[in-house]
């Protein structure tokens, strides 16, 4: 199965700096890489995907940047400010399981803490 | 904003109670997912529907029992309660899979915080 290794697992920024997270992934069929935010007492929310017909997207201060020969992808957030402070996870899914039908699993990392301090 | 929501949002609890949690989601999504949060932050899936009268195993054991009897519904049913079951519980939902373009993002509850004392 897939497996996702995240890193850093705490990062700590000054404001209006840059943070940059990094994974890698197992599973080569592997396909669509979210990364989701999730802020303190909270569920978390997808803040911005990448799927692996492409190389880099953008989203204002976020951008992603997959490596599907490496088997790895970043999430970089430039001008960070104190409210980017939560925890961030990536994760991995084959859009299709064995069967040739979608599931929707996704597979984690471990988390990142972001910290931004004023 | 995901239509999904969670009941209740924190539950103490004494050992060997049954307590069911509740999840509910508004937007017809056909496949569901319960989540436990341990304290070091990692997400392990312990239970998934495709969709009304289907329910898997995730990858993390648990004992924790689930249904499907509705779409919208996906209660999680702990027949006795322990203190080792204390944890933060996470439902989500994701789109049909039917559409082409769909890879299923998945929306996530706010979660349930189980204490068992």
């Known amino acids: 199965g897939e497996n996702v290794e995240q890193h850093p697992s705490t990062l700590s920024v000054q404001e209006g700096d840059s943070a940059v997270i990094k994974c890698t992934y197992s599973d080569s069929a592997s396909n669509y890489f979210p990364w989701y935010k999730q802020e303190l007492g909270k569920g978390p929310q997808l803040i911005i995907d990448?799927?692996?017909?492409?190389g880099e997207k953008k989203d204002q201060r976020i951008a992603v940047t997959l490596n599907k020969t490496a088997k790895h992808f970043s999430l970089h957030i430039t001008e960070t400010q104190p409210e980017d402070s939560a925890v961030y996870f990536c994760a991995a899914k084959n859009r299709w399981d064995a069967g040739g039908t979608s599931y929707g699993k996704l597979t984690f990392g471990q988390g990142t803490i972001l910290t931004v301090h004023p | 904003e995901a239509d999904i929501y969670q009941t209740p949002r924190y539950l103490v609890i004494g050992t060997g109670k049954k307590i069911t949690l509740e999840c509910s989601q508004t937007?017809?999504?056909?496949?569901m997912y319960w989540y436990q949060q341990d304290p070091g932050m990692e997400l392990h899936l312990i239970h998934y529907s495709y969709g009304v009268n289907s329910t898997e195993k995730g990858d993390l054991s648990s004992e924790s029992t689930v249904s499907r009897i509705r779409t919208e519904h996906f209660p999680l049913t702990l027949e006795s309660a322990r203190p080792s079951h204390t944890s933060q519980y996470l439902c989500?939902?994701?789109?049909?899979?039917?559409?082409?373009?769909?890879?299923?993002?998945?929306?996530f509850g706010p979660g349930t915080r189980l204490t068992v004392l």
């Open positions: 989500a939902s994701s789109e049909p899979s039917l559409r082409v373009t769909s890879y299923n993002e998945q929306f």
């Open positions: 990448i799927r692996s017909n492409v």
């Open positions: 937007m017809g999504h056909d496949k």
